[in-house]
């Protein structure tokens, strides 16, 4: 056995370099060698086979429904490997062949200077004679065999659940146990492992509605904590899977769309190839904090250049519990006027702004201004009057679908759309573009080109409303093969436009935040976090979105309306400062305390730009659950930290840790004109203690401590 350590200090691998076996591979750490010994890393017993790969033709050697024990991945043997620099990347490249089906499988390690995790893919190519038909391929599987982690018994999974208005519910439970891998003694059942595998799985092109392709298992004792997430817009899977009880405890197994979860099932004829969906993991110390922080380095690292998180920005958009689809130009003067007048960069007209119909839902796909909403000069004298009040006009776009009743729906061929058994894709009356298709793709950039050509669009709002299931199948061997194939396509297309529309900024949507994966937000310059329209709920999806990305691209939404009261319009406020303050609400309908307290808002986000982007995330209450009375968001940079915090019910004082190494002076910088609450700090232990206002009334603060 040769053991090989690859990456930093941060986070490390040791791998099995054999040519007789798989190539193994196992968590390396700071407290790997001294933990376990050098005895234990030669055992090949702590090792994991690298790359898995289920085929009909082999299956696995012992049966189970997990990504794991496959003959196809047995047969593999190692073939060399090299290392190499691209950049600030350091890359690993490893090559394995199998001589009994013809494989040639190379698996691409890569990692960044300061980032502190691993980024994989892995490409499969049929040098055989005979075709090999694929129903699962493993990005990467890892296994902590040299007890990186910690004691077993002492390690939480903490993963979450997302959905349509409800995102980012944050949850941790016992890796081990009744709920997690339960006890089992190998040596009682003829040495055979379990089959026990707990599972995240992303279905269709909403990559985060259900499960996340982000989780973390955290030693609740040391806070040593591995983190993963598979980078893909479209489907996928993460597998913990129960081993040994001792040695490797659990495996990690990291995956696009496979058959029994997707669909998808690849024929991979000779001289083919097959490219895997990216994904990373990730070790660090100090819990989730530590983290996320680690994660996020990772994710600035791998921006599209065209992504300024230098330049935030007030966006104002009309959607939100104020037009809701409705805009005319009746309605949006006042609102551009009022916008303008509160200090906005952008204003956004969401959804309906094409529709003569009333009905804005079906009518998507062409994208040309409505001439019955916009009579008098048209949408351009809307736009206009958005240019000379100083801001950027923008138009919300949902460019993947076409509805029903839009001419898009019989202009452009079959072949531009997803079919399955020969028929279009309809969900809610809408028909969903295939992005494979030529046709597709010229349609969507003539669109693109004209809307910033013809009227002058600096600011897209992209959103994605439904789903085609498994996927269409025309040209493919399964459905699963060619929604994959068609994310793919989409992620290309996408990541030219945004480099050749230069100096335009444009948000992802997906029905709020149902698309939030690390590889399609890294082209954009936001991300919406929700469609949650009330202000109590969305303070969890605020406090929560850094998790899942970036701080300063949590586009969060801020609406006051006229019935609130100044702390409510206050904590609205707080909700769209803990990110990428992103107005909306009837601003032309509000008194003048409640703009007073709005303009507060404003002046404080831009009297602090790069708070979100220079800064790393941390939860000094947890990580919030969805009906925590109290939730605290802190945004760490280098000179200062930023404390966010929500009062959502009948609290009591809130003791708080906020820095290891002490801190000069703590005060609150919004709003400074509501009175209420209590702040008493010890900077020396690096704590604070805060009294909200007393009641069950709703009430948000932000406090800002600057560092010795």
Request: proline fraction near 5%; aromatic fraction near 8%; hydrophobic fraction near 40%.
């Amino acid at each position: 056995m040769s053991v090989f350590t690859w990456g930093s200090d941060a986070c490390a691998l040791h791998l099995d370099f054999d040519e007789s076996r798989p190539v193994g591979v196992a968590l390396a750490g700071r407290s790997a060698w001294s933990a376990s010994g050098a005895s234990d890393a030669q055992d090949t017993d702590r090792f994991q086979l690298l790359i898995e790969i289920l085929a009909i033709e082999a299956g696995r050697s012992r049966n189970n429904t997990r990504m794991d024990q496959t003959v196809v991945g047995e047969s593999l043997r190692y073939a060399g490997h090299e290392v190499d620099t691209d950049g600030d990347w350091q890359v690993l490249t490893i090559r394995q062949t199998s001589s009994q089906f013809g494989l040639e499988v190379t698996t691409t390690l890569r990692q960044t200077d300061g980032a502190g995790g691993i980024r994989f893919v892995t490409e499969v190519v049929n040098s055989g004679a005979q075709r090999l038909t694929l129903t699962g391929i493993s990005t990467a599987v890892i296994a902590d065999g040299l007890g990186v982690l910690g004691d077993p018994d002492d390690l939480d999974l903490v993963s979450a659940r997302s959905t349509w208005s409800c995102e980012s519910r944050w949850g941790s439970r016992p890796l081990r146990g009744s709920q997690g891998i339960p006890p089992y003694s190998d040596h009682k059942h003829d040495d055979q492992t379990s089959r026990e595998v707990i599972r995240g799985v992303g279905h269709s092109s909403w990559s985060t509605d259900g499960d996340l392709p982000m989780a973390m298992i955290v030693n609740r004792v040391t806070g040593r904590t591995l983190a993963w997430e598979v980078e893909n817009n479209g489907p996928w899977s993460w597998e913990l899977i129960a081993q040994h009880d001792e040695g490797r405890t659990f495996s990690l197994a990291l995956l696009g769309p496979s058959d029994l979860q997707h669909s998808w099932c690849l024929t991979l004829e000779p001289g083919h190839r097959f490219r895997t969906v990216l994904a990373s993991v990730f070790t660090a110390d100090g819990g989730v904090d530590g983290a996320v922080g680690t994660i996020t380095r990772h994710r600035r690292a791998s921006q599209h250049p065209a992504v300024d998180p230098s330049q935030p920005g007030v966006i104002f958009n009309d959607y939100m519990n104020t037009l809701m689809g409705d805009p005319t130009t009746e309605k949006l003067l006042p609102l551009i006027d009022a916008a303008a007048d509160i200090g906005a960069d952008t204003f956004c007209i969401d959804a309906g702004w094409y529709d003569d119909g009333g009905n804005w839902w079906p009518s998507v796909g062409q994208w040309e201004p409505s001439t019955v909403r916009f009579p008098d000069g048209g949408l351009r004298r809307v736009l206009d009057r958005i240019r000379e009040r100083g801001m950027r006009p923008g138009l919300w776009i949902e460019p993947e679908v076409v509805g029903v009743n839009s001419p898009m729906a019989s202009t452009l061929p079959d072949e531009a759309f997803m079919m399955r058994n020969g028929a279009r894709i309809r969900e809610h009356d809408r028909y969903l573009l295939d992005l494979r298709s030529e046709a597709s793709r010229d349609h969507l950039d003539s669109v693109f080109d004209r809307l910033v050509g013809d009227l002058g669009a600096g600011y897209f709002k992209w959103d994605f409303n439904v789903t085609p299931g498994t996927g269409p199948d025309r040209d493919a061997d399964s459905p699963g093969v060619g929604l994959l194939d068609h994310c793919k396509a989409l992620d290309e297309w996408a990541y030219r436009l945004r480099s050749r529309l230069e100096g335009v900024c444009i948000e992802a949507c997906s029905s709020g935040a149902m698309r939030m994966d690390a590889h399609w937000v890294r082209l954009f310059d936001l991300q919406s976090t929700s469609d949650q329209q009330d202000l109590d709920r969305y303070a969890t999806i605020a406090a929560a979105a850094p998790v899942m990305l970036p701080p300063e691209k949590a586009g969060n939404w801020a609406y006051p309306e006229p019935w609130m009261s100044l702390e409510e319009t206050a904590f609205t406020m707080v909700n769209g400062l803990a990110g990428r303050l992103y107005l909306s609400g009837k601003l032309d309908e509000l008194g003048a305390e409640q703009l007073a307290v709005i303009a507060e808002g404003v002046e404080h986000y831009r009297a602090h730009p790069d708070v979100a982007a220079a800064s790393l995330p941390f939860w000094p209450a947890g990580l919030p659950a969805w009906d925590d009375p109290f939730v605290a968001l802190g945004l760490r940079g280098e000179d200062s930290t930023f404390l966010f915090l929500w009062k959502r019910g009948e609290v009591g004082a809130q003791h708080l840790t906020v820095s290891d190494s002490g801190f000069r002076s703590a005060e609150v910088v919004y709003p400074t004109t509501l009175d209420g609450w209590a702040v008493e700090t010890d900077g020396e232990a690096g704590t604070i203690t805060v009294d909200p206002t007393p009641g069950d009334g709703l009430s948000a603060r932000i406090i800002r401590i600057d560092h010795c």
